[in-house]
Nanobody, 114 residues
Framework: QVQLVESGGGVVQIGGSLRLSCAASGIRVDIFSSGWYRQAPGTQRELVAAFQVGGNTRYGDSVKGRFTISRDIVENTVYLQMNSLKPEDTAVYYC????????WGQGTQVTVSS
């Protein structure tokens, strides 16, 4: 049984940083692809970052250069380091392992305020 548990969200000021974690069980993050999505109220869920099979990474245009996806094989956890946060980054962030599957975590709220 696949379980994904996100954490690390919160309220941060413009320009601040947060690191989100996605602890996985029932699936190995070093074997399967993984991704982070976000959804703001009234919008569709959008891709933020993905770790593809083979190790290649992929980022949404709005976060390139600011966000970094990584993973810890020992902890079986996927991370999303978010720097230079903007108000438009405010959303609920979800991890998705394997990337493109129907397995999702419960989400973690990120709010960027002035």
């Amino acid at each position: 049984q696949v379980q994904l548990v996100e954490s690390g969200g919160g309220v941060v000021q413009i320009g601040g940083s947060l690191r989100l974690s996605c602890a996985a069980s029932g699936i190995r993050v070093d074997i399967f692809s993984s991704g982070w999505y976000r959804q703001a109220p009234g919008t569709q869920r959008e891709l933020v970052a993905a770790f593809q099979v083979g190790g290649n990474t992929r980022y949404g245009d709005s976060v390139k250069g600011r966000f970094t996806i990584s993973r810890d094989i020992v902890e079986n956890t996927v991370y999303l380091q978010m720097n230079s946060l903007k108000p438009e980054d405010t959303a609920v962030y979800y991890c998705n392992v394997p990337f493109g599957s129907d397995y999702w975590g419960q989400g973690t709220q990120v709010t960027v305020s002035s």
